[in-house]
């Protein structure tokens, strides 16, 4: 089904990654975007800027991929200008789980992430393994919610964010406050944390002495074991020598209750922190 499609942001980071596959698809896209950069990068591809009002009037779908800190304000101005029946697309939970989008209730809220390319993968072409970020060569995974909205615009939005996020091989369907679980607790505030201290764990390893190009290789590869025993990809477990130290470095590295990060009060602040919404 073709839709009318306004994308908000397109000339941005993720704007121009599903820039690029909506202009494959049979969607009628209007590209809206006021940075000067995005706008000179939307040139480079050809495609004209279209004012937001005059890109909402004719709206059947709204996609706001704008930085989160500017979710508010853009929605604020953006979702009264939708005809009823509408949807809008937010591409993470923080600004939608706290509570900034306008009240709207005849249209549709929906809420999506990329997984992004899986480091164990079946990638063959080097293009698609050097895709990071995904939404280019590489397959990944996404993740999606129906925040608001009849039953029936699931579907309509899954695969909107499929073609959006292309190639996609599974979608999950989860609420906006597991997809907040995900991301920020569990991908950032823990996931990205760790590899912060992974890095800086070389730095002081180079500092006492070890070749960085050494450190790099090593711990490369080490983090591949890991992924294989931790993630049950091989067939193998840790030694019982690794056993111990992980055992003493749990305790050296991690407070007890580290685990609340994941309660609601604690997410919830990540996110207002993300978005402003706290200030």
Known sequence: ????????????????????????????????????????RLKRRGLVVTPLQEALKEADLAILAVPDIFIGKVAAVAVPLLKSGAMVICLDPAAPHAGVLPNRGDITYFVTHPCHPPVVNDE???????????AIKAKQNIVCALMQGPEADYSKGEQICREMFAPVMTAHRVTVEQMAILE??????????????????????????????????????????????????????????????????????????????FEAENIMAEIRAITGSGA
């Open 1 to 40: 089904m073709s839709e009318t499609i306004a994308l908000i942001g397109a000339g941005g980071k993720m704007g121009c990654r599903i820039t690029d596959n909506l202009r494959r698809s049979s969607h009628r896209v209007f590209y809206v975007e006021v940075g000067e950069a995005g706008v000179e």
């Open 124 to 134: 063959t072409d080097l293009a698609a393994k050097l895709d990071f970020f995904g």
């Open 184 to 261: 920020p607790a569990l991908s950032e505030t823990v996931v990205a944390t760790c590899f912060a201290v992974i890095m800086e764990a070389i730095d002081e390893a180079v500092r006492r002495g070890v070749p960085r190009a050494a450190a790099i290789d090593f711990i490369l590869g080490h983090i591949w074991v890991d992924i294989g025993i931790f993630f049950g990809f091989a067939d193998a477990v840790l030694s019982d020598g690794a056993k111990k130290a992980v055992e003493r470095g749990r305790k050296s590295l991690f407070k007890d209750d580290w685990k609340k990060v």
